[in-house]
């Protein structure tokens, strides 16, 4: 789960209108609490799914990262700490400075200056655009400027399972969870690098290769007690936070050519 953030040109955001209208329409309730799609025959649904095609978002790699998750037409944040939204204020060391998923280097910060209450608008881009399309890549510049001149020292936070009573393991049981744990984790599995949570929420791994903590420091979690520690990136997962910051800067220059090729183009957020 996460926000995601798709850009179409205007030809297929015209032709998904056309489609979600006939969608709605399908499945429109009428006095009788039956839908035009319930009324149908399997051969009269087959025959309206030929006339009415959905069009997918195409995705158009970013000139820089090719493999990138980000593209120019694409963008995403997921809801957890390692979300482009949670990583780069704390990597910028602005979290603080407003509600998440606000701060200064989040995605609803970088296009702030469209001046879009993007849940239920419509997305629909036009020449009026191009100059909020422009100030919002210069905060893209300005969050990669300021990455690259990070610290690269991130946080997460360990705490209890809520549902699970309060802790009561013992240095040695924990290592012991750890170590069995791991023993169950061979080949490609151990050294897969992804951090995930386990036994219940009780075990937190950090990959194959770890985390380098500088300190631990006791404070509250959302609902429970917990520990946050305060860790160095690595530079693999780091350059990863600077080229999306880079490819946001592409989406920006995406979306200004096809308003100026097409006339519009539409941005469309989700989550």
Known sequence: MGLDIYLFPADAAAKRKLY???SEALYEEGPDGKTPRDLMTDDEYKAWSAEHRYTPH???PSAAYPSHLFNRRYLRSSYNDSGFNHKVPDLLGTAGEAEYPNARGSLYWI?????REWDGD????TSADVAPLRAARARAVEVVDGLKASDRIGVTTVSPNLFGGPPKLRDHDALAMYREHMA?????????GGSYSTNGGDLNVFG?????ILAAIPGMDTFTPGVHLIFRMEDEAFDSYVQSAEIVIEFCDEAIMLIERDGSCEMSWSG
């Open 20 to 22: 979600d209208d006939a």
């Open 58 to 60: 195409e995705d158009f």
């Open 111 to 115: 296009f702030e200056p469209m001046g």
């Open 122 to 125: 419509e997305g629909t881009l």
């Open 184 to 192: 169950t984790r061979t080949g490609a599995f151990a050294d897969d």
């Open 208 to 212: 194959g290769k770890g985390l380098t």
